[in-house]
């Protein structure tokens, strides 16, 4: 009973859904992701999905681009904690490439290619995702060499949905700074909400019939790379499927 009470709708989903691009607001986090841009494939299967829901759920629903699908290893900075400027921009950068760098030469890091298998979506609330089988524990093994990572730099990363306050910064982080938050599941985002949807049976009933259709899709991903999310929720290609080199500070 109580998860139908949680809030759904999100105001900065919202703002994007009216077309804000968030400029000059400085927003900035830094994320380790992969499969971002998506591979033609998926994107090409993601649109017909994508297209139906805008067709079949109320129109609190908000559906991603599909140029904004990607899978989040870890969140080094939330671009929630707050604005920075360029200066603030790249210190930060400069205190996580050395993370970065020991966690890639780890014995534990993969040498091989990231198998993804993309399931059928479910609407888990506020948010409606797409989950991944692991297919070789490859995510599973950078996390943990990332963890290591940046334990040896001072920090303790939060990790799933663990106590918050338990997490600490590296050190040489900004006074105030949050911890990093490393996921422990392997998703993509696709749908979120403008507002409060009136009827959330139907609207959950709708979603299931419509993503019944999909084709379990196996990706083969052979780059992680750290990211500025200049714009909530990964939207920094809402508008086109242009390159994202302007985006990427580090890159295996």
């Known amino acids: 009973m109580l998860h139908r009470m949680a809030v759904w709708a999100n105001p900065m989903i919202a703002r994007l859904a009216a077309g804000d691009s968030y400029q000059d607001e400085n927003i ?18 993601a649109a017909v999905i994508c297209k139906k829901l805008r067709d079949e759920l109320p129109n609190e629903a908000y559906v991603y681009p599909t140029s904004t699908l990607h899978c989040t290893i870890a969140t080094l900075r939330a671009f929630t904690h707050g604005p920075m400027n360029d200066s603030e ?6 205190l996580w490439k050395p993370v970065l760098d ?25 948010a409606g ?18 963890r290591f990572s940046i334990i040896e730099a001072g920090g303790v990363p939060v990790m799933g949905s663990g106590d918050r306050t338990l997490g600490k910064p590296i050190i040489g982080a900004p ?9 422990d599941i392997v998703h993509s985002t696709l ?33 992680v790379t750290a990211v500025f999310e200049t714009v909530p929720y ?19």
């Open 175 to 183: 006074d105030g700074e949050i911890p990093p938050h490393i996921p």
């Open 234 to 252: 990964m939207h920094m290609l809402a508008d086109s499927d242009g390159s994202s080199a302007e985006f990427i500070w580090w890159s295996t």
């Open 28 to 45: 900035c986090g830094l994320v380790l992701v992969c499969a971002w841009p998506m591979p033609s494939n998926v994107k090409d299967q």
């Open 89 to 94: 921009i790249k210190a930060c950068v400069d």
């Open 191 to 223: 749908l979120r909400w403008k507002t409060e949807p009136d009827d959330r049976m139907a609207a959950t009933e709708a979603f299931d019939s419509v993503t019944r259709s999909w084709t379990p899709l196996d990706i083969s991903v052979e780059r």
């Open 102 to 126: 020991r966690a890639r030469k780890s014995s534990s890091w993969p040498t091989k290619s990231i198998r993804l298998r993309m399931n059928t979506p479910t609407l888990e609330c506020s």
């Open 129 to 146: 995702i797409f989950h991944y089988d692991d297919i070789d524990g490859t995510i599973g093994a950078i996390r943990e060499a990332l």
